[in-house]
T-cell receptor, first 111, second 115 residues
């Protein structure tokens, strides 16, 4: 699986938007971009995924660069419950079905 | 009950003990996974089961022995563990399909301490 690069940590004020970046310069044409987050003392949870087009769901939005070498997870209004480690993961549709995690970005939300 | 349930939530065991971790999913998924999360390290994929067949074993020591009796249940049998095996053990399930848009659902994990 291609590698992703994320900042180790970020901070955001409560009720402000948060933009979490992810670089994946070696992404292949068949790689999907997935985001998961892990709240304290819990297992990871699926957030969103995309291939080429921007995606929106009830949790977040995913903005994918035109060249697909980077993407940004957008939380429109951060709440204290959004404090978590956010993982950006590439999954090759032509390869194994496994999910491999990196170190992610630890998001701190300041009240 | 819905989702992925792991029991026990916490486990303390001696190095000579034998114990088992249990995972149950009520989502109708046909693939299940064991992950290990040690302090300050990324999640490590340990075992993968698809349609109750083990499809991957990522160089895990034999003191960890998985079992998948049916598509809803997954066990991790533990024996003669070492203190460095202390970690959060996470179970996940998913649909095993070529379209990778399906996400994984994780349990809350078992916090294992080996003394």
């Amino acid at each position: 699986d291609a590698k992703t690069t994320q900042p180790n940590s970020m901070e955001s004020n409560e009720e402000e938007p948060v933009h979490l970046p992810c670089n994946h310069s070696t992404i292949s044409g068949t790689d999907y971009i997935h985001w998961y987050r892990q709240l304290p003392s819990q297992g990871p949870e699926y957030v969103i995924h995309g291939l080429t087009s921007n995606v929106n769901n009830r949790m977040a939005s995913l903005a994918i660069a035109e060249d697909r070498k980077s993407s940004t997870l957008i939380l429109h209004r951060a709440t204290l419950r959004d404090a978590a480690v956010y993982y950006c993961i590439l999954r090759d549709s032509a390869g194994a079905n496994n999910l491999f995690f990196g170190t992610g970005t630890r998001l701190t939300v300041i009240p | 009950e819905t989702g992925v349930t792991q029991t026990p939530r916490h486990l303390v065991m001696g190095m000579t003990n034998k114990k088992s971790l249990k995972c149950e999913q009520h989502l109708g998924h046909n693939a299940m996974y064991w992950y290990k999360q040690s302090a300050k390290k990324p999640l490590e994929l340990m075992f993968v089961y698809s349609l109750e067949e083990r499809v991957e074993n990522n160089s895990v020591p034999s003191r960890f022995s998985p079992e998948c009796p049916n598509s809803s249940h997954l066990f991790l049998h533990l024996h003669t563990l070492q203190p460095e095996d202390s970690a959060l053990y996470l179970c996940a399930s998913s649909q095993w399909v070529s379209e990778l848009g399906y996400g994984y659902t994780f349990g809350s994990g078992t916090r294992l301490t080996v003394v």
